[in-house]
């Protein structure tokens, strides 16, 4: 059964970078068939997708936020991780991890809040 | 403001159905695949139907799928008391490049 564990700091500062990483298990993250995905969904609100990185590193993100996220791969540890900088309180939401398999996400991390305050 | 379209609410009585529709355009679900999630307060999204119409083991056959033109649309039957819950439609939209929800519909039972 494949897992996924989101981690990073709950709190971020106004215009520093929020740095999250998705650790895998029960499954190989090096499999092209899959990619992997970080989405969010600030309180009250739905779902909003961030990007994709695939195990090659090849990257496809949110044009709403593609100027902000950077998102790498680490096949040796089995985890992917997400940056976006220069945030701000409309960022402030629970991130997911998630395994994605042609355009749908099968298996989901439990989320981490992330709050971004001074 | 998502590409994609969905009612904000739909409500039944239990025992009844519901019925969700998910619209959008040539360059989302008119070209690719749908993919429904279920959200119950507080807990992890879901996956309920992919590729339009499939159902992930372990979902039970209440819940069905299906997708005509640039809609798609998720049928829930036997709606169970105390059971209220957020849905989403997903698609890939190819001129976004990126992946797109559905605003979510909240499934009222009555």
């Known amino acids: 059964q494949v897992q996924l564990q989101e981690s990073g700091p709950g709190l971020v500062k106004p215009s520093q970078t929020l740095s999250l990483t998705c650790t895998v298990s029960?499954?190989?993250?090096?499999?092209?068939?899959?990619?992997w995905s970080w989405i969010r969904q600030p309180a009250g609100k739905g779902l909003e997708w961030i990007g994709r990185?695939?195990?090659?590193?090849?990257?496809n993100y949110n044009p709403s936020l593609e100027s902000r996220v950077t998102m790498s791969v680490d096949t040796s540890k089995n985890q992917f991780s997400l940056k976006l900088k220069s945030v701000t309180a409309a960022d402030t939401a629970v991130y997911y991890c998630?395994?994605?398999?042609?355009?749908?996400?099968?298996?989901w991390g439990q989320g981490t809040p992330v709050t971004v305050s001074s | 403001q998502s590409v994609l379209t969905q009612p904000p609410s739909v409500s039944a009585a239990p025992g009844q159905r519901v019925t969700i529709s998910c619209s959008g355009s040539?360059?989302?679900?008119?070209?690719?695949?749908v993919s429904w999630y279920q959200q119950l307060p507080g807990t992890v999204p879901k996956l309920l139907i992919y590729?339009?119409?499939k159902r992930p083991s372990g979902i039970p056959d209440r819940f069905s799928g299906s997708k005509s033109g640039t809609s798609a649309t998720l049928d829930i039957t036997g709606l169970q008391t105390g059971v209220e819950a957020e849905y989403y439609c997903?698609?890939?939209?190819?001129?976004?490049?990126?992946?797109?929800f559905g605003p979510g519909t909240k499934v009222i039972v009555l």
């Open positions: 998630a395994r994605g398999r042609r355009p749908m996400f099968d298996y």
């Open positions: 990185i695939y195990d090659s590193g090849s990257t």
């Open positions: 997903g698609t890939w939209d190819g001129s976004l490049n990126a992946f797109v």
């Open positions: 029960g499954g190989s993250i090096s499999r092209s068939t899959y990619f």
């Open positions: 040539s360059s989302n679900i008119g070209n690719n695949y």
């Open positions: 590729d339009n119409n």
